[in-house]
């Protein structure tokens, strides 16, 4: 009965760091303290929450067949989850403080260095991508496997990690979509999100 109640409740986690995200950045948020530190919290979901369902996922492979698969890609997750949230309060931070550093810089100035402040949180961008990828494909190995995922899980986990890597070092330091590529970020969301509900209807099977 424990268990059935982690892995509900992780589903809906995952399916909640997901909706954090995206709506960190579709509303509107005041440009006052008060809008940024909502915003911040919200956007924080995101990681946060990714680590509680990625738990889920780990407990719920575990219970079939434990393996060293199953163990990396959470180990993984918590690593890739960490840096995300680095990155999204260094991208927050550098949003929120540009102005204030920016004068009595002329505009030339000014613009180098938003512009050179931004490749930090493209860094730290790329080392999420490169973890996250790691993580899809071991859960491919781990979920391929266990009963209720299956092959038809675990093979697009496996290649959705494996094109991540691919796509941001070739490249690197800018985004796959920003020079030419197919950003594969959302289908990465939805996947996510399709395998959280996966997780919610098994575990809703459980006896």
């Avoid at 986690?13 to 960190?24: H, K």
């Avoid at 961008?125 to 190995?141: E, M, P, Q, R, S």
């Avoid at 009963?147 to 675990?154: D, L, T, V």
């Amino acid at each position: 009965m424990e268990n059935r109640k982690l892995w509900m409740n992780s589903g809906v986690a995952g399916i909640a760091c997901v909706a954090c995200y995206f709506l960190a950045i579709v509303v509107p948020w005041p440009d006052t303290q008060l809008g940024m530190a909502v915003s911040l919290v919200v956007l924080s979901g995101f990681p946060l929450l990714g680590i509680v369902y990625s738990y889920g996922l780990y407990s719920f492979a575990a219970a079939e067949s434990e393996n060293a698969a199953n163990r990396l890609a959470f180990v993984f997750a918590v690593a890739a989850f960490a840096t995300l949230l680095g990155m999204l309060f260094a991208q927050l931070a550098v949003n929120a403080g540009i102005a204030e550093m920016a004068k009595g810089l002329d505009e030339t100035t000014a613009r180098a260095l938003r512009r050179g402040l931004r490749l930090i949180d493209f860094g730290l961008d790329v080392a999420w991508d490169f973890l996250i990828g790691t993580t899809l494909i071991f859960w491919g190995w781990a979920l391929g496997r266990r009963k209720g995922f299956g092959p038809g899980w675990g093979v697009p986990s496996t290649l959705l990690g494996i094109a991540l890597i691919v796509l941001n070092a070739a490249t690197f330091p800018w985004p796959p979509g920003d020079r030419g590529l197919v950003d594969i970020g959302p289908f990465i969301a939805l996947f996510w999100v399709a395998m959280a509900v996966r997780l919610v209807v098994l575990a809703r099977k459980t006896p």
